[in-house]
């Protein structure tokens, strides 16, 4: 598979959509908290978090979906997104190496766009599922 | 076995306004390392079908209502948790847009699991533009157990 897909006529029922690495330090999650609004000590400070009666500091669940979402856009670069689900399994560590993933489970003409279904999901190198999700993405067809 | 104030239901609890800047678009973008310059080059964007910078998709939790949720009178469930989101992306959130979220609780449910009974509570955000378009649609589920 390539490492993106601009057309509903070039991706198929079962291939899968080019992983994303990520690793997101206790830095990136401070910034991420700062701009989207979320300042709580549970993602920042590991004692408040300990306190929460969480292992220690977490990555928000709005970042990991902010990750399946750059994941999803970064691979159909002339898609748009249309829905994205995620339940949060598990609590999602910092300084953790994540990688986010993802398989298309049907492809669909309705209305007049080309949706592609997918399932999605967010785990760590032990194949530890964080989070695990479904979005819907319209892509342009050739036919069109 | 589930007992609430069904009267909530549906009704409408917090509305909320936000102003969208360009800067709050590229940091949000930068902040979960997106490499599409749809999301932070202007320049680029302008090239595009779009005709400018758009927010990535996710940016719609950045419109959080601060408000608690009305006392549901839930007959268990003292603990709680972020259980997941929904999110449907309607059209795109651009700079210089004024966001006005609506809060309603949707939908109240019983599961029981290998862990016993859980409530989810489904809040949902109705984002509209200053066009009255509606953008965004964020269905959040909160779980409430013992």
Do not use: W
């Not at chain 1, 995620?86 to 300084?95: D, L, Q």
């Amino acid at each position: 598979m390539s490492e993106t897909v601009e057309y509903f006529e070039d991706i198929d029922i079962g291939d899968e959509i080019a992983e994303l690495d990520i690793c997101p330090t206790t830095a990136d999650v401070v910034r991420f908290v700062d701009v989207a609004r979320m300042q709580s000590g549970r993602f920042t400070d590991d004692e408040y978090a300990r306190q929460e009666g969480l292992p220690g500091a977490i990555v928000p669940g709005n970042m990991s979906l902010g990750f399946l979402s750059r994941m999803l856009t970064e691979f159909f670069p002339t898609g748009t997104l249309k829905e994205l689900t995620a339940n949060f399994r598990a609590t999602v560590p910092h300084n953790t190496a994540l990688t986010c993933s993802g398989v298309v489970t049907e492809k669909q003409m309705s209305n007049g766009e080309h949706i592609i279904f997918c399932d999605v999901m967010l785990s760590n190198d032990e194949g530890e599922r964080y989070v695990q999700g479904t979005a819907l993405v319209a892509l342009p067809s050739r036919a069109a | 076995m589930l007992e609430y104030d069904t009267s909530l239901l549906g009704k409408e609890f917090d509305r909320y306004s936000y102003s969208v800047s360009k800067e709050d678009i590229v940091e949000f973008a930068q902040s979960i390392g997106e490499t599409n310059p749809l999301y932070t080059d202007e320049a680029y964007a302008k090239t595009t079908s779009y005709g400018g910078l758009i927010a990535p998709p996710t940016f719609c939790v950045v419109f959080r209502s601060y408000a608690r949720l009305p006392d549901l009178k839930l007959n268990y469930g003292k603990r709680g948790f972020d259980g997941g989101k929904e999110c449907t992306f309607l059209a795109p959130i651009r700079p210089g847009d004024t966001i006005t979220g609506v809060d309603r609780i949707a939908q109240v449910y019983e599961k029981t699991g290998r862990s016993g009974n859980m409530i989810f509570i489904v809040r949902e955000s109705e984002l509209t533009n200053q066009r009255g378009e509606k953008v965004a649609v964020v269905r959040q589920s909160l779980i409430r157990r013992d």
